[in-house]
């Protein structure tokens, strides 16, 4: 018998109706010669400090560092966790041949290692590794096995990942406690946490330092182009008021007049890292949140394993786009062009050397069914459109640049326009985040004529004053992104490629780490920037330790655990520098000076609900449902978005004839519909109105 242990039920239950085991028993499906069972998620983890020694049960600096001799693992202490353990042993013991079906990644490699383990398991061992749970994609997985063995240093690097952040977070986060908690909570200590912790904090600092300071730019109108002069910032109104005394009494003269045809490069597959990105900065999506949505549609068959850090395919998919672009009928409008010609194999999407455990995320050849969740749609979205958008033609741009003078003051205008879509055409209708918008984006919409060297012209000069803008508080989007670079801005898509290998915490993990910053009360969300509380300053300033609070050693750390995996490292030369790291930290923190971190409080829990009490809806703190940006303000006619000339969305008070309550409308621009309504005015006397897919109010 062969026995197939899955990382969790849904699992379990594709791969045996493939292998015809559909007999249901009590733990396990039975059937064709395959029992076919799993684990839910971690069945095990590394054992704690008390089960080492009963004295470690008192968070006491005299026993501190803890550093267990040999690491040991023990059962999550889960009723349900034992039984299903005891059915994967039972099982163990009496088949053939164990087949790893868990993950296929380093954290599923790890738990059903750790589960074998336990289970004293010396059967011969394969495993499946696929990319996606359809049907034909696990018959090709079982069709090729692999030999356990090849994956032995893939588990080496989980199993010291997973050491390392025990050892560090065990021993750290009892050494500050105890040393700066005051009694009054844990502080909490880790790997990953802190560095990422130390980034919002130091951006934080930035902000609070920053001075504001006025300034004053030249500026001129000819031929209806907007000119900026090419000369350092005025800091006085006087100087700008003497400056465009000048520019009145000059012509304009054109110096130079410069067209240059480029091209914009296709956007990358999407990563994980890459897809939370997108789906917060156009959503507002968390992390977390986009995680589950595309974890979900990895279950469903309509999406591929999604906990990659890659954003190629490898070479032996291609003879298979084709097939997944004409699965894609909803898409057909972009879809069909593509499949008149032969799919282009370049090595911007096609690269073995970039791809590892695994390829980028890219639909399926099943195409999704329509209850799926709001959610799990536009992410579905953004993964299909930037399928399709990587195999169409580059974007063809033409950059003006304009150089003028008036007398010796040198000025410059340059636009952007279009002059074949190419993949564009697959995003014609988003609309550009209005929060990314600056004057130079302003400058380069502009439609620029043609101008002659040497032409003159009477212009219209004026003042332009402005405010310098402090650094920008991250969103979950840009600490992503500083987190794939351990801290380096990055906008170059190749180059950050490069860096992912030093990043810090893996595309898995990153959004975990946010959220336990959250529990810590480490930092909170306003609107969609990530602010550091009291707490989290206070933590990061009492640590003096460079090696805990910096990315880029922290990213060293993460370089070291990718090595491992490709049998490049020593797993065990790596717990051994942590050691080492761990035992100088708690000496140099216990003899040095002592202070009260102050916690942040707890807020008050919402007060309930009364039966028929009315909750005041405060317009200015809910969040605009277009844009995703900025919130809505209540004007004299209507909600609107406090950007209403960038979005352009607004609900007015009164709709066909009928006033509508706070609560209508509240219904209308939260949930997309009112409940049924009477009292319109012409031929529609009861209905209800929504919100339409392009943010138009309608009547059904």
């Not at 249901?24 to 998620?41: H, I, R």
């Not at 040999?70 to 966790?81: P, S, T």
């Not at 994956?151 to 977070?169: C, E, F, P, T």
Request: neutral net charge.
């Amino acid at each position: 018998m062969k026995l197939c242990i899955a990382e969790k039920p849904s699992v379990a239950r594709d791969i045996a109706k493939v292998l015809g085991a559909t007999m249901p028993k009590s733990g396990y499906m039975e059937g064709n010669g395959y029992c076919v069972t799993w684990t839910f998620g971690h069945l095990c983890t590394l054992k704690e400090p008390h089960d080492y020694a009963s004295h470690y049960k008192s968070w006491d600096l005299i026993f501190l560092p803890i550093i267990p001799k040999q690491f040991g693992i023990k059962l999550i202490d889960n009723n349900g966790v034992e039984k299903q353990f005891n059915t994967i042993a039972k099982l163990v013991s009496e088949c053939d041949e164990v087949i790893n079906c868990g993950d296929a990644g380093q954290e599923g490699e790890l738990i059903q290692r750790w589960v074998l383990q336990k289970a004293k398991c010396d059967k011969p061992m394969k495993r499946l590794w696929i990319s996606s749970l359809t049907e034909d994609a696990i018959k090709e997985g079982f069709e090729n096995l692999k030999p356990a063995d090849d994956y032995k240093n893939l588990y080496l690097a989980g199993n010291a990942r997973a050491i390392g952040d025990w050892l560090l977070g065990i021993n750290a986060t009892r050494l500050f406690t105890k040393k700066f908690g005051g009694n009054k909570g844990v502080l909490s200590i880790g790997r990953v946490q802190t560095p990422t912790l130390a980034m919002l904090v130091q951006r934080q600092k930035e902000i609070d330092a920053f001075t504001q300071e006025e300034y004053w730019e030249l500026k001129t109108k000819y031929r209806e182009v907007l000119f900026s002069a090419s000369i350092d910032r005025l800091k006085s109104l006087e100087k700008a008021e003497k400056g465009l005394e000048y520019l009145k009494k000059n012509q304009f003269e054109i110096v130079s007049f410069e067209i240059k045809e480029g091209k914009e490069k296709n956007p990358r597959l999407f990563d994980l890292t890459g897809l939370q990105v997108e789906a917060n900065k156009k959503y507002g999506y968390s992390a977390e949140k986009t995680l589950s949505y595309i974890q979900s549609l990895y279950e469903k068959k309509y999406t591929t394993y999604p906990r990659v850090d890659t954003t190629y395919l490898s070479e032996n998919l291609y003879p298979k786009i084709s097939g997944i672009l004409r699965s894609m009928t909803i898409y057909s409008e972009f879809t069909a062009p593509l499949l008149t010609q032969p799919i282009p194999k370049t090595k911007a999407v096609f690269d073995d050397t970039k791809v590892t455990d695994h390829h980028a995320i890219i639909p399926t050849e099943i195409p999704p069914s329509s209850n799926l969740s709001r959610e799990e749609k536009l992410v579905y979205d953004l993964v299909a459109r930037r399928f399709i958008a990587v195999f169409y033609p580059e974007c063809k741009i033409s950059n003006t640049l304009v150089e003028g003078q008036v007398g010796t003051i040198p000025f410059k205008a340059s636009g952007k326009q279009i002059l074949e879509p190419g993949w564009r055409i697959i995003y014609a209708k988003d609309k550009k985040d209005q929060s990314e918008k600056d004057e130079k984006d302003k400058d380069e919409e502009q439609t620029i004529p043609e101008f002659v060297v040497g032409e003159k012209g009477d212009h219209e000069p004026l003042i332009h004053q402005g405010k310098t803008s402090p650094p920008k508080p991250y969103t979950e989007a840009t600490l992503l992104r500083a987190m794939e670079t351990a801290g380096k801005q990055v906008e170059d898509e190749e180059l950050r490629e490069m860096l992912k290998n030093n990043g810090i915490g893996r595309p898995s993990t990153r959004a975990n780490i946010i959220e336990t910053l959250f529990r810590r009360k480490y930092i909170e969300k306003k609107r969609k920037n990530l602010i550091a509380t009291q707490t989290g300053i206070e933590l990061i300033d009492t640590i003096e330790d460079e090696l805990l609070k910096s990315p880029e050693l922290t990213g060293e750390w993460e370089s070291k655990l990718r090595k491992i995996e490709k049998g490049e490292y020593e797993a065990n030369l790596f717990k051994e520098e942590l050691i080492e790291m761990v035992t100088t930290l708690t000496q140099k923190v216990i003899n040095g000076k002592a202070k009260v971190i102050n916690f942040e409080e707890e807020k008050p829990a919402p007060k309930e609900k009364k039966p028929g009490e009315k909750t005041e809806i405060i317009w200015e703190e809910t969040g605009c449902p277009k844009c995703k940006t900025n919130n809505l303000m209540k004007g004299k006619t209507a909600i609107g978005c406090s950007d209403y000339k960038g979005c352009g969305f607004k609900a007015p008070f009164e709709i066909f004839g009928k006033k509508l309550s706070d609560k209508q409308l509240q219904d209308l621009i939260l949930k997309s519909k009112t409940s049924k309504l009477k009292g319109f005015t012409g031929d529609r006397e009861e209905g209800v109105l929504i919100l339409n897919d392009d943010f138009s109010i309608g009547f059904k």
